[in-house]
């Protein structure tokens, strides 16, 4: 079901920070972070040059460097402010940040098998789980409704992201997990429908 919060926006704009050196290790970064690849700054640009006459009215970011860099190139593009918004944050990977999945089979025999068993609610060891996380973004959303002047943007992370649209969409679990985000892509969501822009 689509959150009832009044404060919740009706309409906004998504989109996934740009490429990162640990994007192309395939490290997980959760709450730990890596700077933008040059791809990662050529992706931000071509988003705020495809953003430019929409009329966004604030820009939204989770506090991570690689969320606020992409958020900052988007902002001086189109002259709004941004805003950090914490539960904007990526799922907190706990011990598992920055390792590759190699690595954390290696350090921490199980955990890949135990995260298929149940990825909605499996923790990240030391950090925490879909589920948690859910109850995150919907505080975030309302967040960004209470700070947004006029349309917003959003600028999170891929498995936060997964949240913010099933809370906007009202998925499910399942419908949740399969959603996907990849680098340099816009989404709206409004009243529950999603596009790419």
């Given amino acids: 079901m689509i959150p009832q919060d ?7 704009l998504l989109v996934r920070h740009g490429q990162t050196t640990w994007n192309l290790q395939r490290r997980l970064q959760g709450q730990l972070d890596s700077p933008l690849t ?3 700054i050529a992706q931000a ?4 040059a495809r953003l430019a006459q929409i009329g966004i009215g604030t820009i939204c970011s989770s506090p991570l460097g690689r969320a606020l860099h992409t958020a900052e190139i988007i902002a001086g593009r189109i002259g709004v402010d941004v805003i950090e918004v914490p539960e904007l944050a990526e799922l907190h990977h706990g011990d598992l940040a920055g390792m590759t999945w190699d690595e954390i089979d290696q350090k921490h025999p199980g955990a890949r098998e135990e995260r298929a068993a149940n990825r909605w609610g499996w923790s990240f060891p030391g950090g925490e789980s879909y589920a948690q996380a859910r109850a995150r973004a919907r505080k975030a959303l309302s967040s960004c409704g209470w700070a ?7 600028v999170s992370h891929e498995m936060i992201g997964r949240m913010l649209r099933a809370e906007l969409r009202g998925l499910d679990a399942a419908g949740a997990l399969s959603l996907r985000h990849p680098h340099g892509v816009v989404f709206e969501i409004e009243r529950g429908a999603e596009r790419m822009l």
């Avoid at 947004?148 to 959003?154: H, I, K, N, R, V």
């Fill in 38 to 40: 040059d791809d990662g």
């Fill in 45 to 48: 640009n071509a988003m705020a």
């Fill in 6 to 12: 009044r404060h919740v926006p009706e309409r906004l």
């Fill in 148 to 154: 947004s002047a006029g349309l917003p943007l959003l």
